[in-house]
């Protein structure tokens, strides 16, 4: 096999495949996409309910509908793909090392490196989560394997901590399987999903959900027997005399997802406290010229178009930085999170790109907003250089806007650029 | 007639482990029996893995002659079994004036039990050392010949070093009462039935108490669980300057809380001390965290909360047992003996901290005790002292790992991406001469699912190569015996005649 690429994608979720297919597209000729799974697709596979693909294609698919055109694509365009491989460590010089059965051990060099790891989720132990350890603890995402892709059951009577979107589908998907989701608890006074999953998945069968509300104990011996759940006050200290032992044998937990960047780590790219993931430009760059990421690596996306596009976005400047060696410094301005924004990726803008193309901004809100709001992009003075409306802002659901080209002209003149979301 | 073995031991945790290794010298037929589905279960799976310099116990006590005679013993030990050892020295620190007088007690009682080199150093060689150490820092007692160890592989190694040697071995085979003949114990009865014995050791850990009182031993002695809870950090998130130990100043309650590295990379804070109503009471608790974070970070400010990616606890076995020697007034000690109301019992009990680090010295006490009862112990020409250890592959260099997968491919396969471990190193522990046939026994020897992701990424993986290797259905494989299946059924399955009824259309 080849040692030597052009671009190589770690991961083959759809942010993965799409920076593949658009690296080819934009002149890249070795392309190779390394995955750990022994299919491509990444988290895709598992996500059979449907809801994907909303946003590009307009169509309601399943997940690994969604991920099948992309798949289909890299093989049209003559995409390696190597898969049950993984990947152990990449240096700043762009040496990667990755381990397969057959193939032994690996070392490739490559001009361009794009990382599309996806995230984990958050455990028990990092919501310190007290009780007894007994079998029947899952994160929402392994049961989510478990059930959808090996065909087990893990379990016949269900609580589930938080209100996230795979816990909320979960629920759904067992449920329809014949087991009992007695409750979904939330700690938070809002939801953490998406209001359609809330709609879909909960209300539609009648499961219920529990806000300000969350495991305090954990109870069993082999296998989980029982959970004691308390409700919490605004600062989640326990409220007395709300303590409830609720009988179930698994507990599931959907309590938040962390972009995957051990190896990331290892190649010196830096991270933002806030996302987990690393500080990108508008081409998904990250610090270490050359090594570019995209989708949940960077930040947890609640909708997988988006990921396909920065996963294209990354994959372009993929392609153009092994062709030139380098990218053009350019001048880049900081994109800052201001009024209620929690964060805003990417974190800087090449001026100069609005000559080209549009530049999407994905943020997250501080607090919910129930009623209709105004997300606003301003430059030092206030000046609006891009806005859109909204019917709420909730901490569960990204925020989405473009930069459009027409603004070209106001941001040369800019030095910086805010967020904000606020009400209309 | 029933096979009749040498000797019988009650329980596979470190002692009886090391019990079993070093008799296994010996031409005896010895059986080891366990109640749980695999060794080590129990609280030497679960503790600060600290190999005690020996400052601490009173001097003339059971706990001080074995935790000494044992830090001699734990570099060859852990040489011929394959084992971890790392000899990092270790801290206890205090702030106040009243503190520091506690330190110079230890001090000379580490002095009078022989511990060496063993000094106080002032608070400002003390920040040198560790400056990530609290600011009020005064003083610190220096104990180089401190070490950490790993109690669970050192558990399985002994063990597996006593089969290789002829010991049998059964796990899932619980003691229930003692066969006698008069005062003479002649065997035990178990839950898998009878074995006729000429001795039988008592190495029950918290259920010692129990065991002793079926053969009418020490009515009087009672085991309370202690329990201690514990919080790991990430080891990619936080590191000590340097690998050690740091303690806070012992108070009544307990050695004090900890914060120590660990062998395998992470750092550990813990234990507290209090008291459960039951012996299965390993819970973590609210309180329980607050409190060993509290003291964690007096001795270490900046460790965070985020960090932590897992918590546990084990139980202490706290006995009443009182020194051998009565003048020293001392009555939680370590029972070591052959009791004189019943022949063929060795009767070991109360082995709390430091019990991982005495117990190989407990283990020649236990020869010696034999040997002074009569017993005529003759050595065997072959037997091999020597374990070797299995490939770790994240602890390899890139060559030696790409040797190993070269050689045997299921290396090249990592089914714990947070540890690194492969499926090689898996299959090598199902395959050991005593298998791990759960997923906790796979994960306490690879040390899989203990990383950030704590098993959500591995669990699906090695329910699937356990089933497989095991020859049983996903359904069957279990987190620790009992009934800790991780799966109840399949997913609703497709009807067959539907699908036939699509085929004739
Ligand atoms: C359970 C769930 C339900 C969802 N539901 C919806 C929905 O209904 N609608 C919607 O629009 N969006 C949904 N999403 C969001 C969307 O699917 C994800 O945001 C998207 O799939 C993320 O894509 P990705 O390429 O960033 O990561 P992933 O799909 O996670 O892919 C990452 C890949 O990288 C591989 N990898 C990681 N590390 C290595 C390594 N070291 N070596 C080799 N390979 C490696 C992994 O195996 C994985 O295949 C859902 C997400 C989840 C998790
Ligand atoms: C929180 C904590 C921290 C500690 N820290 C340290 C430390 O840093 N350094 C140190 O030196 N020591 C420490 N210790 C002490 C040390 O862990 C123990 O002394 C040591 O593990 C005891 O080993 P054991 O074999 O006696 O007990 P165990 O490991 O408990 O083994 C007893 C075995 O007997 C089995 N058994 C019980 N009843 C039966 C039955 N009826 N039939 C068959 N089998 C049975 C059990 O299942 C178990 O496997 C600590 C202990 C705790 C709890």
Redesign the pocket.
Known sequence: MKRDYDVVV???????LAAAIAAKENGAEHVLV????VEL????L??I?N??G?ELFNEDLP?PAYAQHFIDDVRGHGVETLMD???LDITPERTIY?INKGLGYLELRTRAIVL????RERTRAQILLPGSRPAGVYTA?TA?RFVNVEGFMPGEKFVILGSG??GM?MARRLTIEGAKVERVLEIMPYLTGLTRNYVQCLLDYGIILEKQRTVNRIIGKDRVEAIEAVSVDEAWQPIPGTREVIPCDTLLLSVG?IP?NE?SKQAGVLLDPVTNGPFVDDRFMTNVPGIFA????VHV?????W?TEA?YVAGKGAAAFARDKHVEPGEHIPLTAGENIRYVVPHKLDKARLAEEQVRLQMRAIAPIEERVLVTVEDQNGEVVAKKAGAYARPGEILTLAIRPQAYELVQKATGLTVNVRRR | MPKKYDVIIIGAGIVGSLVARFLSKYQLDILLIEKEANIGMGASSANSAILHAGYDPIPGSNKALTNVMAVEMWPVLSQELGIGYSRCGDYVVAVTAEEVQVLEELLARGQRNGVAEIEIISGTEMRRREPLICPDIVAALWVPSGAIGDPFAATVAAAENAVMNGVELMCGTAFEDFLMEGNQIIGVRTNQGDFHCRWASNAAGLYADEVMHKAGVRPEFIIRPRRGEYVILDQAEFQLTQTTVIFLTPTDKGKGITVSGTLHGNVIVGPNANFVDSKENKDTTTEGLQEIWEGGNTLIPTISRKHIIAQFAGLRATGNAPSPDPALNYNQDFIIEIPNNVSGLVNLGGIESPGFTAAPAIALKVIELLQNAGENLQEKPDWNPVRAPRPVFRNLSREEQAALIAKNPAYGRIIC?CEMVTEGEILAEIHAPIPATTYDALKRRTWLGTGRCQGGFDIPRVVAILAEALAKTPEEVTKKGGQSEFLYRSTKAVDQDYLNMEALI
């Open positions: 770690i991961g083959s979720g759809p942010g993965g390394i995955e750990r799974d697709g990444g988290i895709l598992q996500c309910h809801g994907f909303l997940g491989t993984m990947v990755a599309a790891m996806g995230c995402g989510q979107d795979i589908i997802l995957e190896l995209a989708g949940n690596v996306y609640d909708l997988v178009d990921v996963g | 991406r």
